[in-house]
C-alpha cells in the first residue's frame, strides 16, 4: 500500500531489539500528513531511505499496515518491509474555489472577505495575474468605480483622501 504526503515529524534513528534477536536492528519514526489524515506513523526500518525531512513531499510503497486498539480509538501505522521505497516527489498543486463577497483594497494589499468568513490578504498585483483575463478587466474597472465613488463620499462629508486610506467594497 502506497503513502503519499508531507513529512510532518521525523525522529532520530535508534536502535531497537526485536522478538528474540541478540542484536539491535535500526529503526526510525517519520509522521506523514496528507489530504485525508491529520498525521499517520511510520516506521522505516533497516536501512530505509534515511535523506527523508521534516517539510519533504514523499512516496513511500510496500509498507505492511498494522491496526491497533487503543482504549479510545483504532490506530493505524505503517511498516517498512525489505522492498519498501522511499522516494521525495514535488509538492502536489492544490486547487481551492473561493467565493468572495468583498474586497478591500490598502496600498498594495487586497484583502478578500470569503464566503466561510475568512479573510485573505494578497498582493493585488498578484491577485491580478491570477484573475482570468475577461475577470481582470472587470475587476479593473470595479475597483476603478468604487474608488471614485468612495472619493466622491468622503469629499461630500468634509474629509480628506490619501493613496493609503483604506478603500473597502463589495464584489460579487
Request: charged share 25%; with cysteine; aromatic share 8%.
Amino acid at each position: 500500500m502506497p503513502v503519499c504526503g508531507k513529512v510532518i515529524q521525523d525522529e532520530e534513528e535508534r536502535d531497537i531489539l526485536v522478538g528474540k534477536s541478540k542484536s539491535p536492528t535500526k529503526m526510525r519514526t517519520i509522521y506523514i500528513q496528507d489530504e485525508t489524515v491529520d498525521r499517520v506513523k511510520v516506521a522505516l526500518w533497516r536501512n530505509t531511505n534515511k535523506n527523508v525531512r521534516t517539510g519533504d513531499f514523499v512516496k513511500i510503497t510496500y509498507l505492511t499496515i498494522h491496526t491497533y486498539q487503543t482504549k479510545y480509538t483504532t490506530e493505524t501505522s505503517f511498516n517498512s518491509t525489505y522492498t519498501t521505497s522511499v522516494t521525495k516527489v514535488e509538492q502536489p498543486t492544490v486547487h481551492v474555489t473561493l467565493t468572495v463577497i468583498g474586497a478591500c483594497v490598502q496600498d498594495d494589499v487586497t484583502e478578500l472577505l470569503l464566503s466561510d468568513d475568512s479573510v485573505r490578504a494578497i498582493p493585488s498585483q498578484l491577485l491580478m495575474a491570477a484573475l482570468p483575463q475577461e475577470l481582470e478587466e472587470d475587476f479593473r474597472i470595479f475597483l476603478c468605480r468604487a474608488k471614485n465613488k468612495l472619493k466622491a463620499a468622503i469629499k461630500r462629508i468634509g474629509s480628506t483622501f490619501s493613496e493609503t486610506s483604506v478603500n473597502c467594497y463589495t464584489y460579487t
